[in-house]
């Protein structure tokens, strides 16, 4: 590791334009614009890219509450571009450096506001990025349409990216589930604004970005989309949200920010982030990924021997269970699945969730016994 890296990984930021050949620094700020870092970095390096660019607001003046008082808005030299001709090569420039890096199962994600985001979802189209689902966020507390002449501004939209239309990218299915009452996840979602203590300030007590966005909406997608230890780039990185959630949820993060004040807070605001203690990371199992069982294997381990008895959760039919496997009902034969389908006139049958063991108090599924199972297999 060379100087330059061994100084990022003990201070957490790079300084600017330092020269650095193409390693992959984990858990730091590289400070500098976010072509340019991104250029820096290895290719198909990296798991997942949250993107907050630019909105190129295009806001014509200064905009009054009703009272008087001027509206904090984005008026900020680094949203301001001279044509939307301009804005569209930026986006072409740094989505072509985001899909150098990205890993070819890793995602994408971007969000933006109607200023911007359609713009961005057909460069993505261009650039061969394959979309998955735009998701809205609905705020809860939306900033007011002061003036009266247009809709309140109540949502962003978020596109969520593979890098094509084979890639196997890792989405938390069932943690998703869990997440939401155990129903789908829906592609809306209704979540507050940043404000309140979660807001960063600046030393003159004033709110430190005009657009940091709120911690639970990261927390959600980086549980989405990441596996404890992924690596996640913020190439837009601001106040520092996507490293607060990143090293909350254990995975590794990499910053990049052009401004030195952003630099400043955002460091100083996840180093003060306790990550989850690593029991707590886990999320729910989809059991596409767990291990196959065939039924055979619990008959042969003694864990159901052949000649048991297995009733339906309503014990309106039983079934018998032979040596090789397979289990007899009256006239019906073959495996759990086929059995139970044909039982209930049914096209499928879930064997495993459908047939139970009776025990002394209860019955017990075949699921639970197959969990028994890999667990001491495993």
């Given at each position: ?59 014509g ?12 808005a ?39 506001s ?47 990216c ?16 869990a997440?939401?009452?155990d ?36 927390y ?21 949200t996507?490293?607060a ?49 065939a ?84």
């Amino acid at each position: 590791m060379n100087l330059v890296a061994r100084i990022a990984e003990r201070h957490g930021t790079l300084a600017p334009n330092a020269p650095c050949p193409r390693i992959l620094p984990f858990n730091v700020i590289l400070q500098g614009d976010c072509i340019a870092e991104m250029a820096r970095l290895p290719d198909k390096s990296v798991d997942m890219i949250f993107a907050d660019p630019p909105y190129n607001l295009q806001l014509g003046g200064d905009l009054f509450r009703p009272e008087g008082g001027r509206v904090d808005a984005v008026d900020n030299d680094w949203d301001k571009f001279d044509s939307l001709t301009t804005y569209d090569n930026f986006t072409r420039d740094w989505l072509e450096q985001a899909r150098r890096v990205l890993k070819d199962d890793g995602t994408i994600w971007v969000i933006g506001s109607y200023h911007n985001i359609y713009r961005v979802g057909a460069l993505l189209q261009d650039a061969d990025f394959w979309i998955l689902n735009d998701i809205v966020w609905r705020k809860t507390n939306p900033m007011p349409n002061f003036r009266g002449t247009r809709f309140t501004n109540a949502h962003e939209t978020l596109i969520w990216c593979a890098k094509d239309e084979k890639a196997r990218y890792t989405f938390n299915y069932r943690a998703m589930k869990a997440l939401n009452d155990d129903l789908q996840m829906r592609s809306d979602w209704v979540l507050p604004i940043c404000a309140g203590a979660e807001r960063v300030k600046g030393v003159d007590g004033h709110k430190a970005h005009p657009t940091q966005k709120p911690e639970a909406l990261l927390y959600r997608i980086l549980l989405a989309c990441t596996k404890p230890g992924d690596v996640v780039l913020d190439p837009f990185f601001g106040t520092g949200t996507t490293g607060a959630v990143a090293r909350r949820l254990g995975r590794r993060w990499i910053g990049i920010e052009r401004e030195s004040a952003y630099v400043k807070v955002a460091r100083e605001r996840i180093d003060s982030t306790l990550p989850l203690d690593e029991s707590a990371m886990l999320t729910v199992t989809d059991k596409r990924d767990q291990p196959r069982v065939a039924f055979g294997l619990l008959v042969e381990a003694g864990l159901v021997p052949a000649g048991t008895t297995l009733l339906d959760s309503k014990r309106r039919w039983s079934a018998s269970v032979r040596a090789d496997g397979s289990i007899c009902s009256g006239t019906h034969s073959g495996s759990i699945h086929k059995v139970g389908a044909a039982l209930q006139g049914a096209p499928s049958c879930n064997g495993w969730t459908f047939w139970h063991v009776s025990g002394k108090a209860a019955l017990t599924p075949l699921d639970a016994i197959r969990q028994d199972y890999l667990a001491q297999s495993g």
